[in-house]
């Protein structure tokens, strides 16, 4: 089955920009979507089809997707960006939505 | 604006089904646009998708759980269910109901605040 690597743990100090990778095989010919999750809450979707954002989304938040990694970018990183962050494809091989592991941002 | 709401038993016993229903107010579930799904979270850990299910009835499944799961709809409810049959404590997770597009955004862009359940004797 397709897997998604996502990096545990990213940190970034307020005003700065984070970037959370997402890296499977040939991940650029999918549909990348992207979910924030703070403690206790449900996910919320940020980013789909690779970069595009649902209305509500700051525009801080962008997405990119190539070769065997996708991108999850955060510009000016604030307080409140602090969150876990998935990935999420479908494997059309086995017909079904596969989430990375998550990737803890940390604000310093 | 649409909202969904998970509701059944948060303590569950070892080899006993699973059973949650996820109600869906503020628009219909037989809407042609919606699929349906569920996901959990154990704790401390990562999402992993169960299923989800169109409003016709039609179902697909994570193959890793196809066995023991299955997904259902009441549209005269407008709510759809899950059962999760054999469980053990790995089953134990916060379960999350939630909408996918079948158009952009193509995701789960609506969720359920989700619903705590324990399997333990």
């Known amino acids: 089955s397709y897997v998604l690597t996502q990096p545990p743990s990213v940190s970034v100090a307020p005003g700065k920009t984070a970037r959370i990778t997402c890296g499977g095989n040939?991940?650029?010919?999918?549909?990348v979507h992207w979910y924030q999750q703070k403690p206790g809450q449900a996910p919320v979707l940020v980013i789909y089809?690779?970069?595009d954002r649902p209305s509500g989304i700051p525009e801080r938040f962008s997405g990119s997707n190539s070769g065997n990694t996708a991108t999850l970018t955060i510009s000016r990183v604030e307080a409140g960006d602090e969150a876990d962050y998935y990935c999420q494809v479908w494997d059309s091989s086995s017909d079904f939505w596969v989430f990375g592991g998550g990737t803890k941002l940390t604000v310093l | 604006q649409l909202q969904l709401q998970e509701s059944g038993p948060g303590l569950v016993k070892p080899s006993e089904t699973l059973s949650l229903t996820c109600t869906v107010s503020g628009g219909s579930i037989s809407s042609s646009s919606y699929y349906w799904g569920w996901i959990r979270q154990p704790p401390g850990k990562g999402l992993e998708w169960i299923g989800s299910i169109y409003y016709s009835g039609s179902t697909y499944y994570n193959p890793s759980l196809k066995s023991r799961v299955t997904i259902s709809v009441d549209t005269s409810k407008n709510q759809f269910s899950l059962k999760l049959s054999s469980v053990t404590a790995a089953d134990t997770a916060v379960y999350y109901c939630?909408?996918?597009?079948?158009?952009?955004?193509?995701?789960?862009?609506?969720w359920g605040q989700g619903t705590m359940v324990t399997v333990s004797s």
């Open positions: 939630a909408r996918r597009g079948l158009g952009p955004p193509d995701a789960f862009d609506i």
């Open positions: 089809y690779d970069s």
């Open positions: 040939n991940i650029g010919s999918k549909s």
